[in-house]
């Protein structure tokens, strides 16, 4: 695979999950870590044997922290992940500045980049409807325009460097490793910390709006299969699926052998999604990846974890 393994973001939600399989499958490859703990947690890497470096890649500082390391591939998963940031030249500075600072080390040192787009890039789709990549972008926040903008700054600096700069567009990613995240966890973690005190699931009238959750494990296994893409360009990383709150509180009713109703109540927000579900046909069809988990057999899993029923 690589010899020289970087993860930025790599104590956070996905990027301790990808670190911690990368280690497990490629013993030999040595993994360095930088992430500047505003959205992460070590606890995350129990177990990690490489090397963690506290670091804001939108300083220079990135630049003398892996000055020998020399990697053959970069995860770049750091970003300001918070999607109610509003002082837009903050969020644009972390996550599209730092994101050129990435490309610019890859660019000393001929790395291949796999990097987290996002979903959300898409905006407030009207038609139920697998949305496709090439589909018209409308971002409704200034997280969704950063990850925008980096869509086309990888485009721009791949085809001005001829390096193979892979994004992979997160849809609604959930799984261990999360908690840290506190509200800005998943609804499936959320509506689980509720259901295990006891509490009714709490979700907008009335739970027959649709996401495409995907569990983490499928999440990294295709940023992982990322790197082995032809050439330069971005895929959908979802199930494929659309699945209700409503058959959300239904699988974790299941798994936690309860039999809670939902509590709905209005949806403050007229910009909310009603809908998402990720056109997974150009992974299947170029990479040859297809989600292990359906939502059932995930939110099974993800509880058992919680539970301490299985281990990780």
Not at 54 to 68: N, Q, Y
Request: proline share 3%; hydrophobic share 35%; glycine share 6%.
């Amino acid at each position: 695979m690589f010899h020289n393994i970087l993860i930025t973001g790599g104590a956070g939600f996905i990027g301790s999950n990808l670190a911690l399989k990368l280690q497990r499958d490629y013993p030999d490859s040595k993994i360095l870590i930088l992430d500047d703990f505003s959205s992460a947690n070590f606890k995350n890497l129990k177990g990690f044997k490489g090397i963690v470096y506290s670091c804001d890649v939108s300083t220079d500082e990135v630049f003398f922290k892996i000055e020998d390391f020399k990697p053959d591939i970069i995860f770049h998963l750091a970003s300001i992940t918070d999607t109610t940031v509003t002082d837009q030249e903050y969020m644009v500075r972390r996550n599209v500045d730092g994101f050129k600072n990435i490309l610019e080390l890859a660019y000393d040192n001929e790395s291949i980049v796999v990097y987290a787009s996002s979903a959300s890039v898409y905006g407030n789709v009207k038609e139920h409807v697998p949305l496709k990549e090439d589909r018209e972008k409308s971002p409704e926040n200034v997280y969704a325009f950063s990850k925008y903008i980096m869509d086309n700054l990888a485009q721009e600096f791949s085809d001005k460097s001829g390096l193979k700069i892979v994004g992979v567009r997160y849809f609604n990613v959930y799984g261990p490793r999360e908690a840290h995240k506190g509200k800005f966890a998943s609804m499936i973690y959320q509506l689980y910390l509720q259901m295990k005190s006891g509490q009714r699931p709490r979700i907008f009238k009335w739970g027959e709006q649709k996401r495409d959750f995907v569990y983490v494990k499928d999440a990294v296994d295709a940023t992982i299969l990322a790197s082995k893409a032809p050439r330069s360009t971005v895929y959908n990383v979802g199930s494929g699926e659309a699945t209700s709150f409503n058959d959300v509180i239904k699988y974790l009713n299941q798994a936690l052998g309860t039999n809670l109703e939902p509590d709905y109540f209005d949806c403050p927000y007229d910009f909310y999604q009603e809908y998402t579900q990720a056109d997974m046909t150009k992974i299947k069809e170029e990479l040859g990846f297809v989600p292990r988990y359906s939502i059932q057999r995930g939110i099974k899993e993800y509880v058992d974890i919680l539970e301490g029923r299985i281990n990780e």
